[in-house]
C-alpha cells in the first residue's frame, strides 16, 4: 500500500504526480500527524478508567490530564508523540494514582 502527501488548497486537493497501475483503488483523506483510530481508542479506554474510579466526567479527566502534561490539545499530536503521551499517561496512573491500566 502506498501512501501518498497531498495538500488541500481553496477545497481542491492536489496530488502528487506518480505512476499507478490501472484499476481502482480506495482514496483516505488524513490531516497530517494526527494519531491513529487504534491510538484513539485506547486513549478514551483509559479516560473511561479513570473517570469511573477519580470520579470525574469523561470530559473533565480529559481536561485533568491535558493540564497535568501539560498539552493544549491532543488533537495533533504525531503518532510517535501521542504513544509517548500515552506511555507517560499510563506510568502516572501507576505510580501516583495507583490505577493499573490494561494493555489495549
Known sequence: MQRLHCKVKNGKVILPDVDVEDGEYYF??????VRSAKQNNYYWK???????????????MHQTIKKHFDIKSTKHLEPKEFSDFLENLIRWCAIDLHIVIPDP
Not at 483509559?46 to 473533565?60: A, H, N, Q, V
Request: glycine share 10%; no cysteine.
Open 28 to 33: 483516505e483523506l488524513r490531516e497530517v500527524g
Open 46 to 60: 483509559i479516560i473511561d478508567i479513570l473517570s469511573e474510579e477519580l470520579g470525574y466526567t469523561k470530559r473533565e
